[in-house]
């Protein structure tokens, strides 16, 4: 895909977070690769979109990049195992990264303001567990807040709802989503789990149109779960016992998900492999690339 192409259509979102688009952003993170997929049927446009194990590669590092966001005319992309955030030009060219040697098994970011706020699930030699905070115009890290309890959190996401932070926790026994405020100070959880009749290893989550929550759950009870704005559990409603990482509605009215075997709905497999968290993104696809990802589409398209 010609990145220059877009370049406009990133700059008008400059400074940002995005919290919708026309298109998705997802990694597939076996080939290590930053994918563009079409928003209304989740089929691939650009496979190749923003390319991770090169980056990593001339860094001498392993990589299990998790999640892409846009930040001003960037794209930053956490990396669990490189242990840092990668920074790529709207050009698709790679910039450099932030928190080399500082950072450690980080996963889910979220834009708010000038803040980029990043989940870190391990002590590093700088930082205890807890989420990392960078300003997004310098890209440099500006400090961190641990959560409740260090002892007993291991977070995966952030979404940012009014004046609150909601955070994923995956702690044995403290499963659940809970709540801070901007500046990082406790208020509650809003999903409370025992982790086996309640959600299990909750990852990423996704803010529908109708403010409720959907939650990919990794562990058995495994699926996508919804939960009402005030926390209240309407069950899983995809992905059942799929070990599901991630999901994010479509304009088809499919859920789409993710986990370690497939990109895919309840109704059609979009592609095989090890797929991590969607972000939804403004970049447009140009309209050949569209067509032909909604042929590749039908190909594959398979029931479950």
């Known amino acids: 895909m010609n990145h220059t192409a877009i370049a406009s259509a990133i700059a008008l979102a400059a400074g940002s977070a995005l919290a919708g688009g026309n298109n998705i952003l997802t990694i597939e ?22 390319d991770v194990a090169s980056a990593a590669a001339a860094a001498g590092t392993s990589s299990t990049p998790i999640e ?7 794209f930053w992309v956490s990396d669990q195992i490189a242990d840092r955030v990668w920074r790529f030009g709207s050009d698709g060219s790679f910039i450099g ?8 098994n ?5 834009q708010v303001g000038d803040t980029v706020y990043v989940a870190m699930g391990s002590d590093s030699d700088v930082y205890d567990r807890g989420i990392i905070t960078i300003d997004a ?30 955070i994923t926790n995956s702690d044995t026994g403290n499963d659940g989503i809970e709540r801070y405020s901007l500046a990082g100070d406790y208020l509650g959880n809003l999903v409370s789990s025992d982790g086996a009749t309640g959600i299990d290893f909750a990852q990423q989550m996704f803010i529908r149109s109708n403010g409720n929550l959907l939650v990919g759950g990794f562990s058995s009870p495994s699926g996508v779960w919804e939960y009402l704005a005030d926390g209240t559990s309407l069950g899983i409603v995809a992905g059942l016992d799929l070990g599901t990482r991630a999901a994010i509605d479509l304009g088809n009215g499919e859920i789409l998900w993710s986990n370690g075997s497939f990109l895919a709905t309840d109704n059609y497999t979009v592609a095989e492999g ?3 968290f969607f972000t939804a993104t403004s970049v447009p696809a140009p309209a050949p690339l569209a067509l032909l990802g909604l042929g590749g589409l039908a190909a594959a398209r398979r029931r479950r």
Not at 68 to 74: A, D, L, R, S
Not at 97 to 104: C, E, K, R, V
Not at 152 to 164: A, K, P, Q, R
């Open 106 to 110: 980080i996963r889910g970011m979220h």
């Open 137 to 166: 115009n310098t890209a440099s890290i500006t400090g961190q807040f641990n959560g409740r309890d260090t002892a007993d959190t291991s977070y995966w996401d952030i979404v940012n709802v009014g004046n609150e932070l909601y």
């Open 29 to 50: 993170s076996n080939s290590d690769q930053v994918m563009l997929l079409n928003g209304f049927d989740g089929s691939i446009i650009d496979a190749n979109f923003l």
């Open 97 to 104: 990264d932030i928190g080399s040697g500082q950072l450690n």
């Open 274 to 276: 090890s797929f991590r």
């Open 68 to 74: 892409c966001i846009q930040v001003g005319n960037e």
